[in-house]
């Protein structure tokens, strides 16, 4: 009879067939879901990938300058190199000159040292003309101040390998020295700690006023009929609907000098003459909340939505007061809503580029700004990845500290 039961009709094991219909559930669902992972893949995370890699990735040197990079392998680093290692500068930039990739060569160089990009071009250049060498004496003579000073020749020794910390440690404020040790960046040229700085703390700001607008609206939301807060809901979300550029427009007519804003705090006596509310922090918070108000607010209302208000009622039974029976009864249970809320609103606040560009001043641009600067206007991957990758890592290491301290299991969307 055990026999039987362990066995189907077809004296195949039970056990096995139920395996073998599970294995075949998992590749049904694999099947379905194998689409959206390939798209993912391909449109996101291996650009993403690639992209972040040029932070720490940049084989322009070794590539184009393979002679020299391969003979300062043999430098000591204190003086300047011997005349085998001109020898293979002046076949590096005469070829360079021939094959038209100076001008990589030089911007490369000028990444790390301002200016260095004429000078090469114009030692490749002279050195095309070079007869043969010795060269160490003629191309010091032709820029002494590029190949007669060591600062060149670190940076080319360093390029030996495509690997460089270079991009990583300008992001935060470091660089080589003229040893190659890292020191700090000058302070009339360090700005990336300020940027980061600023960054995040606009993030803090406009996550904590989306907070206080969004909590008691969710809380009305959540106590009225479902008619009236599904009305309510669609009015919160429209500034998503909308488009960036035409919400922005509309704040910087309320925000001018002589916007409404302005002329109805002067007749209210509130102020005497207009205020500058446009091209300062006050323009850059306001309308970012005024976005992010809907992506905060939607998830503690649909936590509040699932509290049952027989708890308050309890509370208020047993004694309590009105304030004291919400903060000890209905508001930790809001707490999932609120750190999911503002989690969402915090990391997408920290991606804003359009806002701060056309509302805010020149002393509150984010870092979205910089890397969008470097990839348009400079063509510096290498620079824009190394932000991008420093944002993405401070984005994870706060996110990790709040599943550490709240639990991911309670961060809940509704």
Not at 157 to 170: I, Q
Not at 250 to 258: E, H, I, K, P, T
Not at 277 to 300: C, D, E, K, W, Y
């Amino acid at each position: 009879m055990a026999t039987q039961i362990a066995r189907g009709p077809d004296s195949i094991p039970l056990r096995l067939k139920l395996q073998r219909t599970e294995r075949q559930r998992k590749l049904k669902a694999f099947a379905l879901v194998l689409p959206l992972l390939v798209f993912v893949l391909t449109a996101f995370v291996l650009p993403i990938g690639g992209m972040l890699s040029k932070a720490i990735y940049d084989d322009t040197l070794l590539t184009l300058m393979p002679r020299t990079t391969a003979a300062l392998q043999g430098w000591n680093g204190n003086s300047l190199p011997d005349e085998a290692v001109y020898d293979a500068l002046a076949n590096d930039l005469r070829q360079a000159w021939a094959q038209n990739t100076a001008p990589k060569i030089g911007t490369r160089i000028n990444y790390e040292l301002p200016g260095a990009r004429t000078q090469l071009l114009t030692s490749a250049r002279k050195a095309s003309t070079l007869s043969a060498g010795p060269y160490k004496a003629e191309l010091i003579a032709i820029d002494p101040v590029l190949w007669g000073q060591p600062e060149v020749w670190h940076l080319l020794m360093r390029a030996n390998s495509p690997y460089t910390a270079d991009y990583l440690l300008r992001s935060l404020d470091f660089q080589y020295g003229p040893q190659g040790q890292i020191v700090t960046t000058p302070p009339q040229n360090a700005i990336f700690r300020d940027v980061l700085l600023r960054t995040f703390g606009i993030s803090i700001g406009v996550t904590a006023a989306t907070l206080l607008l969004g909590f008691p609206f969710a809380y009305l939301m959540a106590s009225l009929p479902q008619t009236t807060s599904n009305i309510l809901i669609i009015i919160v979300i429209l500034p998503v609907w909308t488009s960036p550029l035409v919400s922005i427009t509309g704040w910087l007519v309320m925000l001018q000098r002589d916007g409404i804003l302005n002329n109805i705090l002067m007749a209210l006596h509130i102020i005497s003459q207009p205020a500058q509310l446009i091209f300062n922090r006050i323009g850059t918070v306001a309308a970012m909340t005024h976005v992010q108000l809907s992506f905060t607010l939607l998830p503690i209302y649909s936590v509040m939505k699932t509290i049952p208000r027989d708890h308050l009622r309890a509370a208020r039974s047993l004694g309590a007061g009105p304030f004291y029976a919400f903060r000890k009864v209905y508001f930790p249970q809001t707490l999932p809503g609120i750190a999911a809320g503002c989690l969402l609103s915090f990391i997408m606040s920290l991606g804003y580029y359009l806002t701060p560009a056309l509302v805010g001043g020149p002393t509150d641009q984010m870092v979205s700004s910089f890397i969008a600067h470097y990839m348009n206007d400079e063509l510096n991957w290498g620079m824009a990845s190394a932000l991008g990758v420093i944002l993405l890592t401070a984005t994870l290491l706060l996110y990790y500290v709040y599943t550490r301290l709240a639990g991911a299991d309670r961060t809940k969307m509704g």
